[in-house]
C-alpha cells in the first residue's frame, strides 16, 4: 500500500514540505529502528517462553532485524532465515523425509534391554502435522498500536516548526 499526495498552487507550500524530507524520515528512521528491536524482542521472547519453549536457542538466535532506507522511503524488518521456522509460524501438515540417523536403543518391545547400543535407524518417510505457533506475526500484532503512536509522535514532532 502506498499514499501518493500531490500539492497544486502555493509554491511556499511546497518549498516548506521539501524542507522537511530529511527531518521527517530521520524521525521515522527513528522509530521504526525502535519499534523493529521492539518487536525483536517480544518475538525472542515468544521464542523462548510461552510459545515455543526454547530448547537450544538456535530459533531465538537466528531471529534478526533491519531498518533500510532510501531517498524518502523507510522500511523495517523482523526476520528468520531458518527453513523450519514458517512450520513453527504458520504450522504444517505433510509427509517429511526423516535422514538416516543413529539412535541408543534402551528398550525394546516394551521392556529395558540389559545392554543399550546404537543402532542406525534408516531413512524413511513420516507424516507431521504441526499446529501454528506464531511468534513474529503475533509479535507484531502485540505491539501494533505501540509502534504507529511512536510513528505519529515522532513525525509530529519533527513536522512543528
Do not use: C
Request: net charge positive; aromatic share 4%; charged share 25%.
Amino acid at each position: 500500500m502506498s499514499l501518493d499526495v500531490r500539492i497544486i498552487g502555493d509554491q511556499g507550500v511546497l518549498a516548506t514540505l521539501r524542507g522537511m524530507t530529511p527531518q521527517v524520515v530521520s524521525a521515522a528512521t527513528a522509530s521504526i529502528r525502535r519499534s523493529t528491536m521492539r518487536v525483536l524482542a517480544r518475538a525472542k521472547e515468544k521464542v523462548s517462553g510461552d510459545v515455543l519453549k526454547n530448547r537450544t536457542g538456535t530459533l531465538r538466535r537466528a531471529i534478526n532485524q533491519r531498518v533500510e532506507t532510501g531517498g524518502s522511503r523507510v522500511v523495517g524488518t523482523v526476520g528468520i532465515k531458518l527453513t523450519y521456522a514458517a512450520a513453527h509460524e504458520f504450522g504444517f501438515k505433510g509427509t517429511v523425509n526423516v535422514k538416516s540417523h543413529l539412535r541408543m536403543m534402551r528398550v525394546a518391545w516394551g521392556r529395558p534391554v540389559a545392554n543399550p547400543h546404537k543402532i542406525t535407524v534408516n531413512a524413511h518417510p513420516t507424516k507431521m502435522n504441526l499446529r501454528e505457533r506464531s511468534f513474529l506475526r503475533s509479535s507484531l500484532k502485540d505491539l501494533r498500536s505501540d509502534i504507529i503512536a511512536d510513528l505519529q509522535a515522532s513525525v509530529t514532532k519533527a513536522v512543528k516548526p
